[in-house]
C-alpha cells in the first residue's frame, strides 16, 4: 500500500519561504501523481496542484499560481512544494496525496488520490 509522508512545516516569518516534502513509499506500480493541498483556518480543503513523476509535468490552481511551485526528485520518489513570500493568510495544514497508476496512457492529475499523508502544519507569523 502506497504510504505518504510530508515533512519540512513548521513557524515561518511573513515574507519567507518553505519547502515541504513528501515521500512516497511502498509501490505497486510504475506511476503515480502526488497533488499538494492545504487546509487553513475556516476555509474548505484547497488543492495546490499536481505532478506526475514521469515528465515532471505539473498543473497548479489558479488560486495560486506564482507564488508556489511543485517539483519531484525522480529518483528519490519524493515531491517538494517550495511557498515563496508567505503570509499569514498561508497559515495552515499542508497535505500530500498520491495515486499510483499502472499505464502511463491514463494517468492524469484530474483522478481523485487515494493515498494521503498526516498533514504538516505551516504558521507564518512574525
Known amino acids: 500500500q502506497l504510504q505518504v509522508v510530508e515533512s519540512g512545516g513548521g513557524l515561518v516569518h511573513p515574507g519567507g519561504s518553505v519547502t515541504l516534502s513528501c515521500a512516497l513509499s511502498?509501490?505497486?506500480?510504475?506511476?503515480?501523481?502526488m497533488g499538494w493541498f492545504r487546509r487553513t483556518p475556516g476555509k474548505e480543503r484547497e488543492e495546490i496542484g499536481c505532478?506526475?513523476?514521469?515528465?515532471?509535468?505539473?498543473t497548479y490552481a489558479d488560486s495560486v499560481k506564482g507564488r508556489f511551485t511543485i517539483s519531484r526528485d525522480y529518483a528519490k520518489n519524493t515531491g517538494y512544494l517550495q511557498i515563496t513570500s508567505l503570509e499569514p493568510d498561508d497559515t495552515g495544514v499542508y497535505y500530500c496525496?498520491?495515486?499510483?497508476?499502472?499505464?502511463?496512457?491514463?494517468?492524469?492529475?484530474?483522478?481523485?488520490?487515494?493515498?494521503w499523508g498526516q498533514g504538516t502544519q505551516v504558521t507564518v507569523s512574525s
Open positions: 511502498g509501490f505497486t506500480e510504475e506511476y503515480y501523481t
Open positions: 505532478i506526475m513523476n514521469v515528465g515532471g509535468y505539473t
Open positions: 496525496a498520491a495515486k499510483e497508476w499502472d499505464d502511463l496512457r491514463y494517468m492524469t492529475c484530474e483522478a481523485v488520490f487515494t493515498s
